[in-house]
T-cell receptor, first 109, second 114 residues
Framework: GQNIDQPTEMTATEGAIVQINCTYQTSGFNGLFWYQQHAGEAPTFLSY??LDGLEEKGRFSSFLSRSKGYSYLLLKELQMKDSASYLCAVSDSNYQLIWGAGTKLIIKP | EADIYQTPRYLVIGTGKKITLECSQT?????MYWYQQDPGMELHLIHY???????EKGDLSSESTVSRIRTEHFPLTLESARPSHTSQYLCASSDGGAHTGELFFGEGSRLTVL
């Protein structure tokens, strides 16, 4: 079956750096997405990786290793507003998104 | 800023009722999706559409129907609501397909079936 694994919850301190990991096993691969979802709100797009390597976008970076079935989202200079769930999703061979359950990130002062 | 709207935002109804969740987008996107999301769980695809008069079933489609008569409108109907339908329903749209383009999500419809 197809599977996306990411930690259920993580805690970090304001101003610090946190890395949220995502491993996947899917039938085919057509890209990996990260979304941010604040409590009670809609998910919003953060990043898309289809080739190996690091994609940087401001305080957020996303890394992909297709051979390892692995990605991470790196958040730098954490702010309280970064407290949210971070969803990893993989586009499979049929271009359907397979979603992880999300990682709830708690930022402490 | 995404322009995709869902109504109602919150709904409490009794078992056996027929309900329709509305979703409209003003971005001219061809592709639209309905997802179901429970707290702490992954999103599950219910239905999707790649254009007018085109609809496909996802993983959890067996108890609901959709229609796509106009590009901007993609309503979801439950013919007979049950307590197991209690969940958050998210509508999304995309202009490039889920494999290349980002999904724009509505604010969601939270349904409670008593």
């Amino acid at each position: 079956g197809q599977n996306i694994d990411q930690p259920t919850e993580m805690t970090a301190t304001e101003g610090a750096i946190v890395q949220i990991n995502c491993t996947y096993q899917t039938s085919g691969f057509n890209g990996l997405f990260w979304y941010q979802q604040h409590a009670g709100e809609a998910p919003t797009f953060l990043s898309y990786n289809v080739l190996d390597g690091l994609e940087e976008k401001g305080r957020f970076s996303s890394f992909l290793s297709r051979s390892k079935g692995y990605s991470y989202l790196l958040l730098k200079e954490l702010q309280m507003k970064d407290s949210a769930s971070y969803l990893c999703a993989v586009s499979d061979s049929n271009y359907q998104l397979i979603w992880g359950a999300g990682t709830k990130l708690i930022i402490k002062p | 800023e995404a322009d995709i709207y869902q109504t109602p935002r919150y709904l409490v109804i009794g078992t056996g009722k027929k309900i329709t969740l509305e979703c409209s987008q003003t971005m001219g996107h061809d592709k639209m999706y309905w997802y179901q999301q429970d707290p702490g769980m992954e999103l599950h695809l219910i239905h999707y559409s790649y254009g007018v008069n085109s609809t496909e079933k996802g993983d959890l489609s067996s108890e609901s129907t959709v229609s796509r008569i106009r590009t901007e409108h993609f309503p979801l109907t439950l013919e007979s609501a049950r307590p197991s339908h209690t969940s958050q329903y998210l509508c999304a749209s995309s202009d490039g397909g889920a494999h290349t383009g980002e999904l724009f999500f509505g604010e969601g419809s939270r349904l409670t079936v008593l």
